[in-house]
């Protein structure tokens, strides 16, 4: 009785750690920025205790047959999306209700502290909301609030077959604006890219999600903001997220993964708890170039996560990755 006593207080004190881990107030933690290495999971298994990884040995196969049963589900739903929006049904089908249902089924429970309960009826499209990045799935939570349009990668859509079917499950509620990334030499095809974001706004009449640090992180701090989406002239609503797996020593996103791995790791876990915090809107100040109301943004994200905004860019992340490619292709 003894060791199952030692063992259950074992594992209330690890779900209890967990829980604090990812509820910490918000913070000002100032000094330099972290080391590059520090910012990235590079598996997406994390170290954890002697009692993690029995529960994953445990969990190992109900969490294999809880991927087929969600794979299939899903391949299921493509088709009848598919179906659906030939016939233009799709929008009468996947009510509120069902949308949630759904995305708790696969594997996305969603907390929510809104400014106030009134916010996003009070603030009418078009508005961008902009969140830090943890994962390739990131935007899924956000389909809790309704259907919103999402700027990606052309490169990262176009990747492979899995992105654009993937994207394209959830495409009633949905919509991707693939944009291309630019030189700075190419002012004029950028101002192209933003006339024709704000062109679909205004048709869509529905709010625009981006990711301006670029490229997903571990959440430990935020990279730079990039500029593009905070020179639009539009309203900005920041988001900051965090994201767990509960009891499972699992990290949800990892640096150099494929969308099927996420996917893969999304379907196998019991599930990932994501917590959005939406703050005040803001926007930008007269005379306030992009970068400063980019970095203000971002700042204001960092604060509220209880983290540094950092002066790492995507284009830093990316030869880190390089790095490691190349490290272990040697």
Same mark, same amino acid.
């Given at each position: 009785?003894? /060791? ?45 205790? #002697? ?7 445990? /969990? ?76 390739? #799935? ?75 640090? &670029? ?17 639009? &002239? ?10 767990? #797996? ?85």
């Amino acid at each position: 009785m003894s /060791y199952i006593s030692e063992l259950l207080r074992r594992f209330k004190d690890s779900l209890s750690r967990r829980y604090n881990k990812h509820r910490r107030l918000p913070q000002y933690t100032g000094g330099s920025d972290p080391s590059l290495e520090s910012m990235f999971n590079k598996s997406h298994l994390s170290g954890g205790n #002697v009692l993690d990884w029995i529960l994953l040995a445990l /969990y190992f196969p109900w969490g294999l047959g809880l991927f087929i049963i969600r794979f299939n589900a899903f391949i299921a739903l493509m088709v009848s999306v598919t179906i659906l929006n030939f016939l233009g049904l799709s929008k009468y089908i996947f009510t509120p209700a069902i949308r949630n249902l759904l995305l708790k089924f696969f594997g996305v429970w969603t907390i929510t502290a809104l400014p106030d309960p009134f916010f996003f009826s009070r603030h009418k499209p078009p508005y961008i909301v902009t969140s830090n990045h943890l994962t390739a #799935v990131d935007v899924l939570p956000f389909l809790q609030f309704g259907p919103l349009d999402v700027v990606i990668d052309r490169d990262f859509f176009n990747s492979s077959w899995v992105s654009v079917y993937f994207l394209k499950g959830f495409e009633w509620i949905l919509g991707t604006i693939k944009v291309a990334h630019l030189g700075p030499e190419q002012n004029e095809e950028r101002e192209k890219q933003k006339q024709h974001i704000k062109n679909h706004l205004e048709k869509a009449h529905r709010p625009l999600l981006i990711f301006p640090e &670029g490229w997903d992180s571990n959440g430990s701090s935020v990279m730079t903001y990039q500029k593009f989406s905070f020179g639009l &002239g539009l309203k900005i609503v920041p988001a900051a997220i965090q994201c767990h #797996v509960p009891l499972l020593p699992i990290h949800p996103g990892m640096l150099g993964t494929t969308v099927f791995a996420e996917i893969f790791w999304l379907f196998f876990s019991p599930m990932y708890v994501f917590r959005i915090s939406v703050l005040p809107a803001m926007e930008s100040k007269p005379n306030e170039d992009s970068v400063a109301f980019a970095q203000r943004v971002q700042e204001a994200t960092a604060y509220s996560l209880g983290v540094r905004a950092t002066k790492w860019t995507k284009k830093d992340a990316l030869n880190y990755r390089r790095s490691l490619l190349k490290a272990k292709s040697s």
